[in-house]
């Protein structure tokens, strides 16, 4: 039986990771700090929560890291712990840069000292990108993060392929773009509507809202996102793979798509700070523009190009943007009853 440990297994991607492993036959270990609030809610909705082998771990404290790499011997350690949230890290900026960039290094340095065969993956990030540099972009697409996160998780990217180069270690780092799901984080853009959406259908209120609806993101369901992760550490060689559609869409797209789904069409009227997304319906706002939620510095559009993992790793996505979008709204709708 093959052994993961898997850091930020509370998290959307690792809740889904898990699973996948679960299914494979994996003893699952998880990493997980202790907050006041209940921390296994995406491990339960997944049915999971009980399967799994949990370790007090925080990536800004080494000693965890280095207690938890020294005992274990896993086969395959999956590095999605992050200062996640791209909006809070210039609050956060040097959490972000201890977290994002630090952490990986303090394990794949734990790696080298106790544990090197054990296959390596860091969460890198199409946040990378940032102000783009060619469209769509790939593995050798040039770097220009826009956030203290996409500053941080470009250290964790090189300070991955460095211990790659310098050690023989396998050690692969994928560059995934935008991926939702129904257990998305509420403050990400994707999930903050549909949410929105789904309790304005069911109750009404205020309308949901939101910062600049002109950005693009290329956007993917996780669970697909998860499959590709652990297909990297099965290759005979580490690298670098990007993850992405192929497809980008706007926020404003996006929110049409999830309106729709509960039977909402959405005119558009005004520009900037005063643009409305209006039922045609019921003249109903359901969408306002507010600044406090526009960016100091914007990732305008990523699009990412898959065609390395499609060759390599025989990975596709499986799942539109528009079959995405429904597929969340409708969770949040069905969970309010
Ligand atoms: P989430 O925000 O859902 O999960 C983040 C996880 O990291 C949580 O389990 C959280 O734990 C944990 N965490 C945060 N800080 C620390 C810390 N200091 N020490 C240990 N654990 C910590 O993120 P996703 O699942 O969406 O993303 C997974 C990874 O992939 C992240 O690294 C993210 O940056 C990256 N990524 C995500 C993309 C996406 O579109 N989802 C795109 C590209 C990259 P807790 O529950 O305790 O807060
Ligand atoms: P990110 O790509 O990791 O930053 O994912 P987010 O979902 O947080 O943001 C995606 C895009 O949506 C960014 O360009 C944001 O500026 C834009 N956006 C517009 N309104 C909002 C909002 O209210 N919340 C968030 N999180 N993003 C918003």
Redesign the pocket.
């Given at each position: 039986m093959k052994r993961a440990f898997v850091?930020?297994?509370?998290?959307?991607?690792?809740a889904y990771l898990a699973k996948l492993l679960l299914e494979k036959g994996y003893e699952v270990h998880g990493?997980?700090?202790r907050?006041s609030h209940p921390?296994d809610e995406r491990l339960r909705k997944l049915r999971i929560e009980r399967d799994i082998i949990f370790h007090e771990?925080?990536?800004?404290e080494v000693n965890s890291i280095n207690r938890v790499i020294k005992a274990q011997r896993f086969d395959e350690v999956y590095n999605?712990?992050?200062?996640?949230?791209v909006g809070s890290s210039w609050d956060l900026p040097i959490y972000a840069g201890d977290?994002?960039g630090l952490?990986p290094a303090r394990i794949l340095d734990a790696l080298r000292s106790f544990s090197p065969d054990t296959r390596f993956y860091q969460?890198?990030?199409?946040?990378m990108y940032g102000l783009v540099q060619a469209v769509p972009q790939n593995e050798t697409t040039r770097f220009y993060p826009r956030s203290p996160y996409g500053v941080a998780?470009v250290y964790g990217h090189y300070i991955t392929v460095n211990y790659r180069e310098s050690f023989g270690m396998h050690a692969s780092s994928g560059i995934?773009?935008?991926?939702?799901s129904p257990l998305?984080?509420t403050e990400f853009v994707t999930r903050k509507i549909t949410l929105g959406l789904a309790r304005l259908a069911r109750s009404g209120g205020d309308p949901v809202v939101l910062g600049n609806l002109d950005a693009r993101r290329d956007w993917g369901f996780?669970g697909d996102y998860v499959e590709g992760m652990w297909l990297m550490l099965q290759q005979p060689q580490a690298d670098d793979y990007v993850l992405a559609t192929g497809v980008t869409t706007s926020i404003r797209d996006f929110i049409t798509f999830a309106g729709a789904e509960l039977g909402m069409q959405i005119e558009w009227s005004g520009e900037g700070v005063t643009e409305r997304g209006i039922d045609r319906a019921s003249g109903r706002t359901l969408i306002k523009v507010s600044e406090k939620f526009y960016r100091p510095a914007e990732v305008d559009l990523l699009v990412g190009d898959p065609a390395k993992a499609a060759r390599t790793l025989s990975w596709t996505s499986t799942v539109g943007v528009r079959e995405l979008a429904e597929m969340m709204v409708r969770s949040d709708y069905d969970e309010q009853i």
């Open positions: 850091t930020g297994i509370t998290g959307q991607d690792g990493g997980i700090r907050i921390i771990f925080d990536l800004a999605l712990a992050a200062q996640s949230f977290v994002n952490g969460a890198s990030t199409s946040e998780k995934l773009f935008n991926h939702e998305r984080g996780a």
